[in-house]
C-alpha cells in the first residue's frame, strides 16, 4: 500500500474557474447581490479530467491512494471577504467530495479552509466540521499567510490559531501548511513563497511551545520542509542557543515532512537528515512542476522513483514512509482501511465505517 500524502485537483473541470472568475468579477460592484452559485460539472467530466491525470499517474507509477485537496494555488485566501471565500471552499471541497465518492480506491478528502486575512480562524470551523463530519474528509490545508504573500497573519504559534487547533484535535485531523498564490511580485507562488512557508512554519514551531498546548496537533509541512533539511544544522544550533529542545524530540508527534523533494539527491538528504517516522510520502502530482526531467527522461514528481533509489535507508523505513506514518498522521485513513478489512467482502465491495465515511476497497496486494 502506497499513500500520497499530498495531491490537489489541479485538473478540475473548465466550470469551477468559470465560477471563480465571476465570483472575482462580481467584487467590482461591492453593492451587487452576493450568492454562493452555482458550478456546473458532471460526472463524466470528473471522470475525463482524472482518467488522463491523476489515475493515469498513481497506475503508472504504482500508488494506490491520494490524499487530495482543492488546487492550493487557487485558494487565493486574499480575494474578496470571508464569505468570498466560504463560498469558494465550498464548492472546491464539494467538488473533491464528489471525486471521492466516484472513486473511493484511488482519493481520499482534504479540505480547503475558508480563511480571509485578518478574520479569525475559528471562522474556519464551521467548514472543517462539515467536510470532516457529512463529507468523510481526514484533514485540512490550513494557509499561514492568507494575505498572499504579505505575511500580516500571527505566527502559527499565537494563540489566534487556537480555536481551531482545538478543533483539530477534536476531530483528530492534521493539517498540511500550505500557502496559497503570491500577490506580492517578489515572490513566485510555486518556486520561492511555497518554500518560503515551508521554512518559515517549522522555524515558529521551533521557537515556540505550541505543542505543550496541544501534545496531538499534527501538522505536515511539504514539499520536504522547505529549506529545512538542508540547514539542519543551523536549525540544530539555533535550537540549542535558544535552549529548546532537540529537533528531533520537537517534531516527533507534531511535525512531519512529505517527500515532495526533486530530485534524487534532496530526496536523498531529506532521508538521511529527518527521522524515518517523521516522513510521508507525496508527490504532489498533477502540481507545480509538470514536466520530464531531460537528465533522467522521467517525472520530476515521480518521487515515488527517487525513494525506491535510496539504499541509505531499509524496507522497514520505506514501508513508514510510504503507508504506516500516513495511517498514523491521518487516523481516520487508518481506521478506512481497517474497516474495508472488516467488511468481510473479500475487498469487492466497500463497507462504511463507524463515521459513515466510505471505506477503502481492496487492500492492495502489496500491503
Ligand atoms: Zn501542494
Redesign the pocket.
Known amino acids: 500500500m502506497i499513500i500520497d500524502c ?1 495531491g ?1 485537483y489541479t485538473t478540475a473541470p473548465k466550470a469551477l474557474q468559470v465560477y471563480r472568475d465571476a465570483q472575482i468579477a462580481a467584487l467590482k460592484n461591492p453593492s451587487g447581490p452576493r450568492t454562493k452559485g452555482v458550478v456546473p460539472i458532471t460526472d463524466d467530466e470528473i471522470r475525463e479530467s482524472l482518467e488522463s491525470a491523476q489515475l493515469k499517474l498513481q497506475r503508472e507509477r504504482g500508488t494506490d491512494i491520494t490524499v487530495f485537496s482543492p488546487r ?1 494555488s487557487a485558494m487565493a485566501h486574499h480575494i474578496g471577504d470571508v464569505e468570498t471565500s466560504l463560498y469558494w471552499s465550498q464548492h472546491c471541497n464539494d467538488l473533491i467530495a464528489r471525486v471521492c465518492a466516484l472513486y473511493p480506491n484511488n482519493f481520499v478528502a482534504v479540505c480547503q479552509l475558508p480563511q480571509s486575512p485578518g478574520v479569525a480562524p475559528e471562522s474556519c470551523i464551521g467548514e472543517l466540521e462539515r467536510c470532516v463530519n457529512e463529507l468523510g474528509f481526514i484533514g485540512c490545508n490550513l494557509n499561514p499567510d492568507p494575505s498572499g504573500g504579505h505575511w500580516t497573519a500571527p505566527p502559527l504559534t499565537d494563540r489566534w490559531w487556537y480555536p481551531l487547533y482545538e478543533k483539530m484535535v477534536e476531530l483528530d485531523v492534521p493539517a498540511m501548511v ?1 500557502v496559497s498564490s503570491s500577490c506580492n511580485a517578489n515572490f513566485h507562488a510555486t518556486g520561492a513563497h511555497y518554500i518560503n512557508a515551508d521554512t518559515t512554519a517549522f522555524m515558529q514551531f521551533l521557537t515556540a511551545d505550541l505543542f505543550k498546548d496541544f501534545p496531538t496537533l499534527r501538522f505536515i509541512i ?1 514539499h520536504g520542509g522547505g529549506a529545512v533539511p538542508d540547514h539542519w544544522g543551523r536549525y540544530r544550533g539555533l535550537a540549542q542557543d535558544m535552549k529548546r529542545p532537540p529537533l528531533g524530540e520537537l517534531i516527533r508527534h507534531n511535525v512531519f515532512f512529505d517527500t515532495c523533494v526533486y530530485p534524487l539527491a534532496g530526496i536523498e538528504l531529506l532521508l538521511k537528515i529527518v527521522p524515518a517516522d517523521n516522513i510521508l510520502f507525496g508527490s ?1 502530482m498533477v ?1 507545480a512542476v509538470r514536466g520530464i526531467d531531460p537528465e533522467t527522461g522521467h517525472y520530476f514528481d515521480d518521487t515515488k522513483r527517487y525513494i525506491d533509489q535510496v539504499t541509505t535507508i531499509g524496507d522497514a523505513d520505506k514501508r513508514k514512509i510510504f503507508e504506516g506514518n500516513a495511517r498514523k498522521v491521518y487516523p481516520r485513513i487508518d481506521a478506512r482501511l481497517k474497516g474495508s478489512r472488516s467488511t468481510g467482502n473479500g475487498g469487492r465491495g466497500s463497507g462504511s465505517t463507524a463515521d459513515g465515511a466510505r471505506a477503502f476497497q481492496a487492500s492492495d496486494p502489496r500491503s
Do not use: I, M, Q
Open positions: 499530498h490537489h492550493a500550505h511539504p504532489e502540481g
